[in-house]
């Protein structure tokens, strides 16, 4: 592993020149260490953030410019409408669409997620890329696994590194992959000036996490995929949302509060794609654009069974 290093300044060499680290805000040798272990992964040139909001604000600085109409797929992460509704007063136009079909035409930038959090929508691929516009593609809730994104027709693929990526609910980090050397300077320039740099202890998660990354990520799907079969046959649960592969399961009951309360093993938090176990109303944090019963449901490494098993008697509980 690479050694962690929390240095902010390394001196410069013996001529007065500055070495390939200076300053941590620029670059560190953790983080450094961090970003090729991920590029390799996915096929291009990483760079991490302090977190997945973060990346996103890296990419709005780098890419998008007053007049500009981002198109955001439905049902994607609420934060991220948040973040690119900030944006607005300064003349960024946002529009929401179906990402499972045909993009807005006059869209300068789309921004995917495959697949959506908590609605698991996954794109049109061919429709995407028969389109002219800049495609960012969220893969949080994939990971490299499942998804190469810039394979598939995205210019940058982000991350919220603080999910599956680390792994263990213990680094608070975003992650941009881009195969373009002028888009990866525009981030890096973004990054830079917005003081938005992760921090060594979160890169050196990253590094922890990305070693297990494909056991545990497919673990977690082989018990979603369960969860979900059994799911759909329980007479309390009105709607299973499941895209086939991944930790993330979403289903509707009528009383989502009394569900997520019960359960003893699944933790009722917030957050995804930790080791443990979570589950919590999505309704709580986004209202109205999401059913009031959704729960969204983040599978970990426990057995399939316990798992189950908490779910089934939270299931079975008499609303309050």
């Keep these: 592993m690479e050694p962690l290093d929390r240095s902010t300044v390394w001196p410069y060499d013996e001529h007065g020149e500055p070495r390939e680290f200076v300053y941590q805000r620029y670059a560190h040798p953790t983080g450094a260490a961090a970003e090729r272990a991920l590029g390799r992964m996915e096929g291009g040139d990483a760079l991490l953030y302090a977190s997945g909001t973060s990346a996103a604000t890296a990419c709005v ?24 509704g900030q944006f607005e007063p300064w003349g960024l136009k946002v529009v929401e669409f179906d990402q499972t079909g045909e993009p807005p035409a006059g869209a300068d930038v789309l921004w995917l997620e495959a697949p959506a959090n ?3 929508t996954l794109p049109d691929w061919a429709a995407v890329r028969a389109h002219p516009g800049l495609v960012i593609c969220d893969a949080t809730v994939a990971t490299p696994v499942f998804l190469h994104a810039l394979d598939e027709g995205a210019d940058v693929a982000l ?11 213990n680094a608070m980090l975003g992650a941009t992959v881009t195969r373009d050397p002028g888009r990866t300077k525009a981030l890096y320039d973004a990054r830079l000036r917005l003081g938005l740099a992760a921090s060594p202890d979160s890169a050196a998660a ?12 497919r673990r977690q799907t082989e018990t979603a995929r369960e969860l979900a079969r059994r799911l759909e ?11 086939g592969f991944g930790g993330l399961i979403a289903f509707d009951v009528a009383d989502a509060r009394t569900v997520e309360t019960a359960t003893k093993l699944i ?7 930790g080791v443990s176990s979570s589950m919590e109303s999505r309704w709580r944090w986004e209202g109205d654009r999401i059913p009031r019963g959704l ?16 779910l089934a008697a939270a299931l079975d509980r008499p609303s309050s």
């Design 295 to 310: 729960l969204r449901l983040s599978v970990g490494l426990e057995d399939a069974e316990a798992l189950w098993a908490d």
């Design 118 to 120: 908590p609605l698991l």
């Design 61 to 84: 600085f780098a890419f998008c410019r007053p007049g500009m109409t981002v198109a955001l797929a439905e049902g994607a992460y609420f934060g991220t409408g948040v973040t690119l």
């Design 159 to 169: 991350h919220s590194a603080t999910k599956y990526l680390t792994g263990h609910s």
């Design 206 to 217: 990253l590094l922890h996490g990305l070693e297990t990354l494909e056991v545990r990520v």
């Design 233 to 243: 046959d329980h007479p309390a649960v009105l709607r299973v949302r499941y895209p």
């Design 267 to 273: 933790a009722n938090q917030t957050s995804l794609g």
